[in-house]
Nanobody, 113 residues
Framework: QVRLVESGGGLVQAGESLSLSCVAPGITFRFAPMGWHRQAPGKQRELVASITSSGTTNYVDAVKGRFTISRDNAKNTVYLQMDSLKPDDTAVYYC???????WGKGILVTVSS
């Protein structure tokens, strides 16, 4: 079972920025559309950003203009740059290989007011 590895989470104050990384070892990464999901306490997991193999991006309305997803195929890595963070962004964030349905174990992002 391939496991993606997320890093970069933590505790920040509202208005600050945080960058997440996800390494996908041992897969044909460059062909895989990738996504970042999040799950807040008591809520369902939601897809917040995705990027196709060719670099086309898509975002949920709640993060448009604040989050940026990108990828580096040479490093098998997908990133999520999160700016102007809000307390509502507090959640466990998961990286997902949408082609093979591989997931990371999740990483906590906490935004204090």
């Amino acid at each position: 079972q391939v496991r993606l590895v997320e890093s970069g989470g933590g505790l920040v104050q509202a208005g600050e920025s945080l960058s997440l990384s996800c390494v996908a070892p041992g897969i044909t990464f460059r062909f895989a559309p990738m996504g970042w999901h999040r799950q807040a306490p008591g809520k369902q997991r939601e897809l917040v950003a995705s990027i196709t193999s060719s670099g086309t991006t898509n975002y949920v309305d709640a993060v448009k203009g604040r989050f940026t997803i990108s990828r580096d195929n040479a490093k098998n890595t997908v990133y999520l740059q999160m700016d102007s963070l809000k307390p509502d962004d507090t959640a466990v964030y998961y990286c997902n290989d949408q082609l093979h349905d591989y997931w990371g174990k999740g990483i906590l992002v906490t935004v204090s007011s």
